[in-house]
C-alpha cells in the first residue's frame, strides 16, 4: 500500500489551534465568566437595596450612599497590585479560589449590617476581600491564549458584566421581595442569598482551575504544546520589543508610559460605568416622583435591566468583529466618543422611556469598548510586567469607582439633581477617546509591539 501522505503543516497547525482555543472556550471562559457575575453582583448589590428599603432603614443621605459606594474601591486599591502579584507567584487556582471565599464570607455579614458606619467598614472590607480578582481573571485569561484570540476571549468573559444586571437585577428585586424571611427584611435576604454562591464557587474553582495550558490534562498532547510554544514565542517577542525595559520586572510596568495613558483611558470608561452601576436604579425609583407614576420594586428591578441587554449584544458583536479584522484604535476611541455624548443627553428627555433609551447607548458604547481594551496590555507586557501592569491599570479604574460613586452623589445632594455629576462622566469618555487616539499616533515608539493592521 502507498503510505498516506502528510497533512499540510499549516493545516494541521490550523486544526491544533481551532481545537485548543474552542476547548479553552467551553472550559475555562464560561467558568471563570461565572465568578465574575458573582463578583459584580455582590460588588454592587447595595444598588438595588438603597432604594428598596436600606436607605430608609439606616438613615443614608445621597452623599453617604455615593461614600459606602465608593469605599469599596479603596480597600480594593490598596491590596490590588499585592493581590495580583501573589496570583502570579502562586498561580490562579489557589488565590481565586481564596479571593471568592473571602468576599462571600464578608458579603454575607451585610445581612445583618445595622448603621452608616457598619455599611462603610463592611464595604471596605469587601473591597480588601475582592482585591485583584478582575485584573487577576484577565491576567489568567490572556495566559492561556495567544494575543490574537485575546478579544475574542475576553469579549465572551466579559459578557458576565451587563448580564449580571440583566439576570441580576430581577433577582434581586424577587429576593427582596421576600420580606420577613428569617425575620429580616427584603434587602437583607438580598444579600444573604447572593453571598452564598462565591463561597461555594470560591471551592469549586480550588479543584476545578488550572494554572497552565501545559498542566490541562483535557488538552491533547498536541494542543498543549502548540499552546506552550505559541505564548512562549510571544513573550519572547515583546521582551526583544522592549529590550531592556520588558524583562518581566515590576519596574517594567511602573515606568512603561504606555501603562499609565491606558490607566487614564481605563479611568474614563469606569467612572462612567459605576456612575451607571450604583445610581441607575436610585435614578429609576426617582422617575416616580419626577413623572408622577408608580413602580413596584420588581417594576424597578426590570427597568434597571433593560440597558443591559443591548449592552451584552453589542459587546459580543463589537468583540468579533475587533477580533476578525484586528483591534484598532477606534474599536476603544468611537465607543468612548458615543457614550461621552449620550449621557448627557439622557437629562433632556421627557419620559422614562426616553431617557432609559439613551441610558442604553450608554451603557452598549461603555461595554462594547472594555473587552477590546483589555486586550492590549497584554500585548506588550509580559510575566510579572504584566501581572502589575494591568492590576495598576486596574486600580485606576477602582479609583474611578471610588470617585464616581462618590462625586455622583455628592453633586446630587449639592445641586439637588444629576446634571452636573453627568456631565462630569460624559467628560471623563471624552477624555478617554482623545487619549486613546493620542496614543495610536505615536507610533511606532507606541505600537510597535503590534501588527500594523491592530494600531
Known sequence: MPATAAPPVKATRSAVEKSAIKKISIRLV???????????????????AEPNGMGDDLALTAAQFGF???????????????????LHRFGARRWLARIMVTWGIVSLLFTWVDSSGGLYTLRFLLGVAEAGFFPGAILFLSQWVPSRHRTKVLGLFYLAQPLTTVFGAPLAGWLIGHHGLFGLEGWRVMFLFVSIPAIVLGVVAWFYLIDRPADAKWLTTEERDWLTKELAAENEQKTGHEGKHAKG????????????????????FVYGLYA??????????????????????????????????PAAIVLFFWSRHATKHGTRTWHVAGPAIVGGISIPLALYMG??????????????AIFAALPV?????????????????????NTAGNIAGFASSYITGWLKGLTGDYYVPLYLVGLFMLLSAVLMVLLARRAPTSTSSLPENQR
Not at 408622577?292 to 440597558?307: C, E, G, L, N, Y
Not at 500585548?379 to 502589575?388: E, P
Open 351 to 364: 419620559s422614562p422611556t426616553a431617557t432609559v433609551a439613551v441610558i442604553t447607548v450608554t451603557a452598549c
Open 276 to 309: 451607571l452601576a450604583f445610581f441607575l436604579p436610585t435614578i429609576i425609583d426617582g422617575f416616580q416622583e419626577q413623572y408622577d407614576t408608580t413602580f413596584s420594586v420588581m417594576d424597578k428591578a426590570w427597568i434597571t435591566a433593560i440597558p443591559y441587554l
Open 68 to 86: 459606602a459606594s465608593g469605599i469599596f474601591f479603596v480597600g480594593y486599591i490598596v491590596l490590588e497590585v499585592p493581590s495580583n502579584m501573589a
Open 373 to 393: 481594551f483589555w486586550a492590549v496590555p497584554s500585548r506588550f507586557l509580559t510575566g510579572a510586567a504584566a501581572a502589575a501592569g494591568i492590576a495598576l491599570i
Open 249 to 268: 520586572d515590576l519596574k517594567a510596568a511602573f515606568t512603561n508610559g504606555r501603562v499609565w495613558v491606558l490607566a487614564v483611558v481605563y479611568f474614563g
Open 30 to 48: 464560561p467558568f471563570v465568566a461565572l465568578m465574575f457575575f458573582v463578583n459584580y453582583l455582590d460588588r454592587t448589590a447595595v444598588s438595588f
